[in-house]
């Protein structure tokens, strides 16, 4: 979809909405969390990646992964290296 379709702002906040209706409609599970919600409600879509249509949306906050994938990321090298390369418990 070419980026001077996707919506902004005002218009994009009421299509994420829309759709979150509808898809928790469907199936009774809520596609976005309280946090998120929360987010949305009092910051817009600042600090947010957003690609929003009528039709559906995918946010991202944030580029770098959390410290926990690095921490983990670390984790599994140094268990490799040490020729553990399973997690817990593994033997």
């Given at each position: 979809m070419p980026s001077e379709e996707f919506l902004t702002g005002p218009a994009a906040?009421?299509?994420i909405e829309a759709?979150?209706?509808a898809a928790a409609?469907?199936?009774?599970?809520?596609?976005?969390?309280?946090?998120?919600?929360l987010r949305l409600r009092h910051h817009g879509l600042a600090g947010a990646e957003s690609?929003?249509?009528t039709d559906g949306f995918a946010?991202?906050?944030?580029?770098?992964?959390?410290?926990?994938?690095?921490?983990?990321r670390a984790r599994r090298?140094?268990?490799?290296?040490?020729?553990?390369?399973r997690g817990r418990g593994a033997r």
């Open positions: 906040l009421a299509a759709v979150s209706a409609a469907a199936d009774g599970a809520a596609p976005l969390d309280e946090a998120a919600l690609w929003v249509s946010l991202r906050r944030g580029t770098e992964p959390g410290p926990g994938r690095r921490a983990g090298r140094a268990r490799w290296a040490a020729g553990r390369p």
